[in-house]
C-alpha cells in the first residue's frame, strides 16, 4: 500500500515515474491520481476522424483496414498502416522502424492510437504514432480497456493516455486513501460519494452515472477546501485587534456631506452606513467595494477616510500608477476644499491635509509629505504601493483604500498589518465587476459589497462598432463624430494598442499585422482627419511629470483629443470628454473595453464609444465587439469575458492559489455549488477553527496552501 503523498516510483517503476513527472509534472500518487480524464470513450465505438485538432496530441480508436511495410533505405524501415472511424474515414499512419506492426496491426483489429496531429499533404495524420492492442490474438480484451467507458487522459508526445491509465489503474489498486478530507456528515447532507469511490468512478467507471457522481464530489473537494481555506482567513482576521474608528459628530464627515453638491445615490448610501459601522468595531474591517467605472466609489471611500480621521487617525489611499496617483490627489484637494487646507489661512478649524508621496517628484516635496504623513499632519497620504514598501511612516494609520487594484494579494495585505499600530482596515476598490462567487473565491477573505446604479443625471454612453473591412467609409464618418464633438466644446480619446516607435515590429505568431501605434495614428491625425484640433499623445515611455502635464492640461479643456495606449484605463476622469474611438479594438479584452469605455459619459451629456476593428462579422473577436457594443452592464460583460477564458487565468496571480489546485471546479459554472461549500465551510470553521477534528481535511488545507506557496515563489 502507498500513501496519497508518497513518490510516483514508490507505486510504479522508476521508468515510467520519470516519464510521468517530465512530461506530465506528476510527482506524487495523488498528483497521478487528480490527474483526471479529459474525456471517455465508450468502449467499441470509433473515434470520428473529423474530431482531430492539428497540433494536439490525440489518442483515437481505430479499426486497421490494410497494412503494408518496407524498407525504404538502408536503416530505415516504414510501415503504412490505414486506419477508419465509424463514418468509414480512412487516415494512413506511417511508422517508422517497427517492423512488427504488420504482425500486431492486422486489418480488423482494433486499437488505440496516440500521436500529435498533423497535417501532411494536406491530410490529417498522427505522427509516428504509438499504439495500444484492445484485445490479444484469442480476443480477450486487455485489462485497461474492460470498462464500458475507457478515459482518455490529457497526454503528451512521451506520455500518451494509454501510459497514463495503465498506471493509473495499477496505483489505485495500491493506494491507502486514508481518511476521506470531506466529513462523513457533509456527504451525506449533500449526495457525495466517498474519496475512494469518486476515484475509481472517475477513473474507471462502469458507466456515466459513476462519472456524474465522481465529478461531483471531486469539485466538492475543490471547493470546499478552498473555502475552508478563506473562512480560516477571514475568522483569524476578525480575531485581530485593531482600532475602532468610531464617528465622530460635527466632524470633518458632517462638514464634506453637508459641502457635496449632489446627493448620494442609495447604494452610496447605504455601503456608507455599513463602511461606517464596520469601522467602528475593534477587528479589522476587509471589504472590497466594486462598482461601475462612474459608480462614485470614490466619494464612498473619503466619507470612511473622514471618519477615521475625525477619530484620530489616517487614512492611506493606494493608486495602481503614478498618474493615478496625482489624479486622485487632485480630485480629493477638489472635493474636499477647505478641508483639505489646514494650515493655509482661512481654512476651517477642522481641515486636515491630503499629502501626496510618489517616486518621481522632488526631494523637497517628498521630505514634507513624509514629515506630514510621520507627524499626523496629514490625515490623508495618497501614494502608489510603493507607500507601503518604502518605510514611509504613519502617525496612526487606521485606514487603507486600495484603488483599482485587482491584483492586491494576501501576501500584501498582510504587509499591511505592520504598518499601523495595530493593523489597520481594508477597503479595496475595483470596477471590474465580476460575479459573486468569483469574488469570492478571487478575493475571498474579503467581504464584498457592490454599488450598482449610477449617479442621476447620467446620460448612458452609446456604443457601435465600426467594421472596416466591410464599411472603410466608416472610419472617416468616425473622424467626422470626433470633430462634431469637439466643435461644440467636448473633448476625445484615441485608443491604440501599441505605443509604436522603437518597439520590435514583429508580426504576431498567427501571422497577423502588428496593432496600430500611438505616435503614428497621432501623426496621421493631426495630419489628416484632425488637422487644427489640438491633439495630443499619452503613454507609459512618458517621463511621468509629461504625462501628468498632459493630463492636467487635457483635465482643463487645453487638449481636444487624447491618443493613449491603456494608461487612460482606469480612474481617469475628465467628465467633458464625450467620445472614445478605439482602434484595433479586437486586440482588447472584453473587461477592458468596457474599462476603457467607462471614461466617456461621466457627465450629463450623450456620450459615444466607437470600436473600430478590421475583424470580420462571424468571427469570435467581432462577436466580442458586438456584445461590448450591446449593453453597458459590466457583469453581463464579465461573464462573456471570464466565459472565453480558462480558470486559471480567470484566477490570475490573486491569492488563493486556486490557480494550480482547480481542476474540476469551474467558477462560472459551478456558482450554487461553491456557495454551498462556502456556507459549510463557514459553519466547520466557526466550530473548529483549526480543524483539529477532522485531521484529513487539515491536511488537505496544508496541501494547498503549500501550492499556493510554490506557486507564489514561481512567480516572484
Ligand atoms: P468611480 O471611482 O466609481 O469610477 P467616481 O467616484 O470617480 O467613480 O465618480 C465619478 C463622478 O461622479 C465624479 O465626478 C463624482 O464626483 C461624481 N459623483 C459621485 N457620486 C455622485 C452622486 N451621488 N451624484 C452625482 N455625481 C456623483
Ligand atoms: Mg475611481
Known amino acids: ?35 483526471y480524464p479529459r474525456r471517455y470513450t465508450e468502449r467499441g465505438a470509433l473515434t470520428p476522424f473529423g474530431e482531430l485538432v492539428v497540433g494536439e496530441y490525440a489518442t ?19 510501415s503504412d498502416v490505414t486506419i477508419r472511424d465509424a463514418d468509414g474515414a480512412t487516415m494512413t499512419l506511417a511508422i517508422f522502424n517497427r517492423p512488427y506492426v504488420a504482425t500486431q496491426l492486422r486489418p480488423g483489429r482494433r486499437a488505440y492510437f496516440s500521436g500529435k496531429v498533423e497535417l501532411f499533404r494536406q491530410q490529417v495524420q498522427l505522427a509516428n504514432p504509438q499504439y495500444q492492442l484492445v484485445d490479444d490474438e484469442e480476443g480477450v480484451v486487455a485489462e485497461e480497456f474492460a470498462g464500458m467507458l475507457v478515459p482518455i487522459y490529457p497526454a503528451a508526445a512521451k506520455a500518451p493516455s494509454t501510459l497514463t491509465a495503465r498506471t493509473v489503474r495499477h496505483t489505485l489498486d495500491m493506494v491507502d486513501l486514508g481518511e476521506d478530507p470531506l466529513p462523513e456528515d457533509l456527504r451525506r447532507r449533500h449526495g457525495l460519494v466517498s474519496l475512494e469511490s469518486a476515484l475509481y468512478g472517475i477513473h474507471r467507471p462502469a458507466d456515466w452515472s459513476d462519472v456524474t457522481a465522481a465529478r461531483t464530489r471531486l469539485t466538492w473537494d475543490e471547493a470546499f477546501v478552498l473555502q475552508v481555506v478563506l473562512a480560516q482567513r477571514r475568522a483569524t482576521t476578525r480575531a485581530l485587534a485593531g482600532t475602532p474608528r468610531t464617528r465622530r459628530p460635527g466632524g470633518l464627515l458632517d462638514a464634506f456631506d453637508a459641502s457635496l453638491p449632489f446627493v448620494l445615490t442609495s447604494g452610496q448610501a447605504q455601503v456608507g452606513e455599513l463602511l461606517s459601522t464596520e469601522l467602528s468595531e475593534p477587528a479589522p474591517m476587509y471589504r472590497l467595494l466594486q462598482g461601475e467605472v462612474g459608480s462614485g466609489k470614490t466619494v464612498v471611500a473619503l466619507r470612511a477616510m473622514l ?10 489611499l493606494l493608486a495602481p500608477t503614478e498618474v493615478l496617483a496625482q489624479q486622485h490627489a487632485r480630485s480629493l484637494h477638489a472635493l474636499l476644499g477647505p478641508l483639505a ?30 514629515g506630514e504623513a510621520a507627524g499626523g499632519q496629514a490625515g490623508i497620504v495618497v501614494g502608489t504601493h510603493a507607500l507601503l514598501s518604502e518605510g514611509v511612516a504613519f502617525a496612526d494609520l487606521g485606514l487603507v483604500v486600495v484603488d483599482e487594484q485587482h491584483r492586491f494579494g494576501v501576501e500584501q495585505r498582510d504587509a499591511l498589518r505592520t504598518k499601523g499600530r495595530t493593523p489597520p482596515h481594508v477597503l479595496v476598490m475595483t470596477a471590474t465587476p465580476i460575479p459573486r462567487t468569483i469574488a469570492m473565491t478571487v478575493y475571498g477573505d474579503l467581504e464584498v459589497s457592490t454599488l450598482s446604479e449610477l449617479p442621476k443625471g447620467r446620460a448612458p454612453v452609446k456604443s457601435a462598432v465600426v467594421p472596416v473591412a466591410e464599411k472603410p467609409s466608416w472610419l472617416e464618418t468616425a473622424w467626422h463624430r470626433v470633430r462634431q464633438h469637439v466643435a461644440t466644446g467636448r473633448q476625445a480619446f484615441v485608443v491604440c494598442p501599441r505605443i509604436g516607435g522603437d518597439e520590435p515590429e514583429e508580426p504576431a505568431a498567427d501571422g497577423r499585422r502588428p496593432g496600430v501605434a500611438v505616435l503614428d495614428v497621432h501623426l496621421m491625425l493631426v495630419h489628416g482627419p484632425l488637422n487644427g484640433l489640438r491633439v495630443e499623445m499619452l503613454h507609459g515611455r512618458m517621463a511621468p511629470e509629461d504625462k501628468d502635464r498632459v493630463m492636467q492640461r487635457f483635465a482643463r479643456g487645453e487638449v481636444d483629443v487624447l491618443v493613449a495606449t491603456t494608461v487612460i484605463e482606469v480612474g481617469v476622469d475628465v467628465p467633458n470628454a464625450t467620445v472614445m474611438v478605439v482602434l484595433d479594438a479586437e486586440r482588447f479584452g472584453v473587461s477592458q473595453l468596457h ?19 478590421d475583424a470580420e462579422a462571424g468571427t469570435p473577436s467581432r462577436d466580442r465587439l458586438d456584445a461590448v457594443a450591446s449593453t453597458s452592464d459590466g457583469f453581463v460583460l464579465s461573464r462573456v469575458d471570464l466565459e472565453q477564458r480558462r480558470e486559471g487565468d480567470v484566477l490570475g496571480s490573486t491569492q488563493s492559489g486556486a490557480r494550480s489546485s482547480l481542476r474540476m471546479l469551474r467558477l462560472l459554472r459551478d456558482e450554487e455549488l461553491i456557495l454551498e461549500a462556502r456556507r459549510e465551510a463557514v459553519a466547520l470553521v466557526e466550530q473548529d477553527l483549526l480543524l483539529a477534528g477532522s485531521p484529513a481535511l487539515r491536511q488537505a488545507v496544508v496541501d494547498l496552501l503549500d501550492e499556493e506557496r510554490a506557486d507564489f515563489l514561481d512567480k516572484a
Open 1 to 35: 500500500m502507498v500513501a496519497l503523498g508518497a513518490k510516483l516510483s514508490a507505486a510504479v517503476g522508476g521508468r515510467t515515474a520519470a516519464i510521468l513527472a517530465e512530461h506530465l509534472d506528476l510527482h506524487t500518487v495523488g498528483d497521478l491520481l487528480r490527474h
Open 60 to 78: 483515437v480508436f481505430a479499426e486497421v483496414t490494410k497494412v503494408s511495410g518496407r524498407r525504404i533505405r538502408d536503416k530505415l524501415h516504414k
Open 307 to 316: 471618519q477615521v480621521v475625525d477619530s484620530g487617525g489616517q487614512a492611506a
Open 341 to 370: 487646507a489646514a494650515g493655509e489661512l482661512g481654512a476651517p478649524d477642522l481641515a486636515t491635509r491630503v499629502a501626496l508621496l510618489t517616486g518621481s517628484q522632488g526631494a523637497a516635496a517628498r521630505r514634507t509629505a513624509l
Open 595 to 613: 474599462q476603457l469605455r467607462g471614461r466617456i459619459g461621466r457627465g450629463a451629456d450623450p456620450a459615444l464609444c466607437l470600436l473600430v476593428t
